[in-house]
């Protein structure tokens, strides 16, 4: 018998869970410990967060995946300001990465925003996970930071092809993604012990979130 799927919005029933398992998925991948379950926990109460794109993944019944959006803003060379997304944490448990259910919550996703009126989405991450979801790099779209810096981790995705063509676009995402990282290990140090520890992966990730592509 197939495994049953089943991709809902999160309830507050759900919270305690989803931020666990946020906490299970970037345990000492980035940095030893993570913060990313900080950020489920306070991102909900944002004014910036969009309850209609909080999604959970069902498997048989078990969440095992999760992924949240904020609303972000583009502004052009005239200072036209442009309402998009960016999403964050995308969270799956361990034992079920790699096997295509954050693909399914993503492509789900995509399709809501659309429905919702959105027709862009800017992330960072790495490019690994995300290019075959449709995500370029943002030099690509003239898209970059405060500066004219195009991080090799920001990515663009037009979900209404070339909405963003003709157009140079100074990104800025919603201020609860500034995370207090004394805040979040305080938050974390309230919840069942883990080891933070140094992993391969967070030498990985310094490398990439310091990178740059050449205007």
């Known amino acids: 018998m197939g ?12 919270y305690d869970r989803v931020e ?6 970037f345990y000492n991948i980035y940095i030893p410990g993570c913060v990313e379950h900080y950020l489920v926990h306070i991102m909900r109460d944002h004014e910036d967060f969009i309850p209609e794109l909080d999604l959970v993944l069902e498997l048989d019944g078990e969440i095992i995946g999760n992924i949240m959006y904020t609303k972000a803003k583009l502004t052009d060379e005239a200072g036209r300001v442009k309402e998009i997304l960016t999403f964050g944490p995308v969270s799956v448990l361990p034992a079920y990465q790699r096997q295509g259910y954050g693909k399914q919550l993503m492509e789900h996703s995509f399709q809501k925003a659309l429905e919702l009126g959105y027709d862009t989405i800017v ?7 995300y290019v075959s979801r449709g995500f370029q790099s ?14 090799a981790a920001m990515m663009v995705k037009e979900l209404t092809p070339g909405v963003l063509a003709g157009h140079a676009w100074t990104y800025q995402d919603s201020p609860v993604m500034a995370i207090s990282e004394e805040a979040a290990f305080a938050y974390d140090d309230t ?4 080891e933070r520890k140094w992993t391969p992966s967070q030498e990985e990730f310094y490398i990439m979130s310091h990178s740059f592509v050449e205007g």
């Open 3 to 14: 495994k049953r799927i089943v991709i809902r919005n999160e309830n507050p029933s759900d």
């Open 20 to 25: 666990a398992l946020t906490r299970e998925a």
């Open 123 to 129: 992330i960072f991450g790495s490019p690994a996970n």
């Open 138 to 151: 943002c030099r690509k779209h003239n898209v970059f930071l405060e500066g004219g810096k195009y991080p």
């Open 191 to 194: 919840l069942e012990k883990k």
